[in-house]
């Protein structure tokens, strides 16, 4: 027989080791039955898995149901969202027990670079690490930062690593909501450190600062006009601030940044009571400073828990997420309302030609809200 019809793991050296006859398909007794019990079980696979399938799934850590699970709390569809709260309150008893932290900084700071990184090293200490991220811009583009994935390939194929790429906003909540309750579903799957990425632009710092326990800022050397623009408003939101690319001919620069860093957080308030925030260097090309700020974070865990800041500040996050719902779900409600769809243009033609006042307007759109149902 010829050895091209051998299978590749015979041993071509040695060829009489190995004998197969290569014959025509044939179907047997009983196979168009279990092709049909094949397609039943692709189709189920393809059909929506139900609340407690969900549920199972994502507790065991079964990373294509989790996928499915964050996907049903990103869809902008109100049946999906019903679901997806089901399966948030089945799944609250096992969230909360990860390290939560946000990176921000500007485009280019290296976030990406750093959690691809860090996040790699946090797995091999044996951490199980979800990554997620915030951008801001999503809504309008519709698309989220999925570059970085390219620049997280190394985590994206760690078995201990889950990326998510941010969802983008629409009714019922927008990104913060649907970012919170990934980080609860991937907190109930089992992943014990939650790192939160995004672009610094100003409001998804403090959105991003209300659902993490540790915010860290990326910056980079030479910065010293950059401090001087810089809102000390952001670097009032900070645990750590990170000089970041620390690396080769700009090593020396990053010290002396970093030291102009912490002279001006030497005069700013903590963002987190009993902790104060420094500035460190590290460099995601060479490792260098990544286990330090590992061992910053543990400590600033360890510090917050025992006096109690760190639990008090989850409380008054999970208070804050109550009322911005509330706040979404009014202003969904409203807006969907039929009466007040209807009375909307011609108010607002009569708002903006002067006509009308903007307070009379809104008392008639409230009187309508209030006393239809519809
Ligand atoms: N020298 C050096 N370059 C880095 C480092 N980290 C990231 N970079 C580079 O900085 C650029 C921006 O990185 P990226 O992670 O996409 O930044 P992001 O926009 O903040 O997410 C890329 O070209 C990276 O290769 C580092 O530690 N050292
Ligand atoms: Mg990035």
Same mark, same amino acid.
């Not at 990406?112 to 951490?127: K, N, Q, R, V, W």
């Given at each position: 027989?010829?050895?091209?019809?051998?299978?590749?793991?015979?041993?071509?050296?040695?060829?009489?080791?190995?004998?197969?006859?290569?014959?025509?398909?044939?179907?047997?007794?009983?196979?168009?039955?279990?092709?049909?019990?094949?397609?039943?079980?692709?189709?189920?696979?393809?059909?929506? &898995?139900? @609340?407690?399938?969900?549920?199972?799934? #994502?507790?065991?850590?079964?990373? !294509?149901?989790?996928?499915?699970?964050?996907?049903?709390?990103?869809?902008?569809?109100?049946?999906?969202?019903?679901?997806?709260?089901?399966?948030?309150?089945?799944?609250?008893?096992?969230?909360?027990?990860?390290i939560?932290?946000? %990176?921000t900084? @500007?485009?280019?700071?290296?976030?990406? $670079?750093?959690?691809?990184?860090?996040? !790699?090293?946090?797995?091999?200490?044996?951490?199980?690490?979800? @990554?997620?991220? *915030?951008?801001?811009? !999503?809504? %309008?583009?519709?698309?989220?930062?999925?570059?970085?994935?390219?620049?997280?390939?190394?985590?994206?194929?760690?078995?201990?690593?889950? *990326?998510?790429?941010? &969802?983008?906003?629409?009714?019922?909540?927008? #990104?913060?909501?649907? $970012?919170?309750?990934? +980080?609860?579903?991937?907190?109930? /799957?089992?992943?014990?450190?939650?790192? %939160?990425? $995004?672009?610094? #632009?100003?409001q998804?710092?403090? *959105?991003?600062?209300?659902?993490?326990?540790?915010?860290?800022?990326?910056?980079?050397?030479? /910065?010293?006009?950059?401090?001087?623009?810089?809102?000390?408003?952001?670097m009032?939101?900070?645990d750590?601030? +990170?000089?970041?690319?620390?690396?080769?001919?700009?090593?020396?620069?990053?010290?002396?940044?970093?030291?102009?860093y912490?002279?001006?957080?030497?005069?700013?308030?903590?963002?987190?009571?009993?902790?104060?925030?420094?500035?460190?260097?590290?460099?995601?090309?060479?490792?260098?400073?990544?286990?330090?700020?590992?061992?910053?974070?543990?400590?600033?865990?360890?510090?917050?828990?025992?006096?109690?800041?760190?639990?008090?500040?989850?409380?008054?996050?999970a208070?804050?997420?109550?009322?911005?719902?509330?706040?979404?779900?009014?202003?969904?409600?409203?807006?969907?309302?039929?009466? %007040?769809?209807?009375q909307?243009?011609?108010?607002?033609?009569? #708002?903006?030609?002067?006509?009308?006042?903007?307070?009379? /307007?809104?008392?008639?759109?409230?009187?309508?809200?209030?006393?239809?149902?519809?």
């Open positions: 027989m010829a050895t091209d019809h051998k299978p590749e793991w015979s041993d071509p050296n040695n060829p009489e080791n190995c004998s197969s006859i290569v014959r025509k398909g044939q179907e047997h007794e009983g196979q168009s039955a279990s092709i049909q019990k094949n397609i039943r079980f692709q189709k189920r696979r393809n059909s929506e &898995p139900s @609340v407690d399938e969900l549920y199972e799934g #994502v507790i065991k850590g079964e990373r !294509s149901l989790l996928a499915r699970a964050l996907t049903l709390v990103e869809s902008n569809a109100e049946q999906h969202f019903q679901k997806a709260q089901q399966l948030l309150q089945k799944l609250l008893p096992n969230g909360g027990k990860s939560r932290i946000g %990176i900084g @500007v485009p280019g700071a290296g976030k990406s $670079t750093f959690i691809e990184a860090f996040g !790699s090293y946090l797995c091999d200490l044996g951490h199980r690490v979800a @990554v997620l991220a *915030i951008d801001p811009s !999503s809504s %309008i583009s519709g698309g989220s930062i999925l570059g970085d994935k390219t620049r997280m390939e190394q985590l994206a194929r760690n078995p201990r690593a889950f *990326i998510r790429p941010s &969802p983008t906003a629409g009714k019922l909540g927008g #990104v913060h909501r649907k $970012t919170r309750e990934s +980080l609860l579903i991937c907190e109930a /799957a089992g992943y014990d450190v939650i790192l %939160i990425e $995004t672009v610094g #632009v100003g998804s710092e403090v *959105i991003i600062r209300d659902m993490v326990d540790f915010f860290m800022l990326l910056v980079l050397t030479g /910065a010293g006009d950059e401090l001087q623009g810089m809102k000390k408003g952001i009032e939101l900070a750590a601030i +990170l000089v970041h690319k620390a690396d080769g001919a700009n090593k020396q620069k990053a010290e002396q940044t970093r030291k102009e912490n002279r001006i957080l030497h005069f700013l308030q903590p963002a987190t009571k009993g902790w104060a925030t420094k500035a460190y260097t590290c460099s995601s090309m060479t490792q260098e400073g990544i286990s330090e700020i590992w061992r910053v974070i543990q400590s600033f865990e360890q510090t917050g828990k025992a006096s109690g800041v760190f639990n008090e500040r989850r409380k008054s996050q208070r804050e997420w109550l009322y911005s719902m509330i706040t979404d779900q009014l202003e969904f409600h409203f807006y969907q309302h039929r009466g %007040i769809r209807n909307l243009p011609k108010l607002e033609n009569e #708002v903006i030609a002067g006509e009308k006042t903007v307070a009379a /307007a809104v008392e008639t759109l409230f009187n309508t809200f209030l006393t239809n149902k519809e």
